[in-house]
């Protein structure tokens, strides 16, 4: 595939790039290494291939939600430095 220096100029852009000359042709030939790499797997044979999303066989290790009873208030508040019994006190935060 060519890529113009126009060509790479429009991406650089897309990407709010700012390149100089020498970096447009560097950028350019690194593109087209992309392209060709590609290119090339555009090429493998994949008949039969199931289409994946990862490969690696992933399961969530998080558990579903699950209704539970909280925390009994005496219970939370016992371990509290500051409590007026019915609400943690901490020290204003604002101000």
């Given at each position: 595939m060519q890529l113009?220096?126009?060509?790479v100029?429009?991406?650089a852009a897309l990407?709010?790039?700012e390149l100089s000359d020498s970096q447009l042709d560097d950028v350019a030939e690194?593109?087209?290494n992309v392209l060709r790499l590609v290119d090339q797997l555009s090429q493998v044979d994949t008949t039969g291939v199931e289409e994946m999303a990862?490969?690696?066989d992933?399961?969530?290790v998080t558990r579903g939600d699950q209704i539970?009873?909280?925390l009994p208030r005496e219970a939370a508040l016992r371990n509290a430095?500051?409590?007026?019994g019915e609400f943690f006190l901490v020290p204003p935060v604002l101000g």
């Open positions: 113009s220096r126009d060509d100029r429009k991406v990407a709010k790039l690194k593109l087209r990862h490969p690696v992933v399961h969530s539970q009873a909280g430095p500051q409590t007026d």
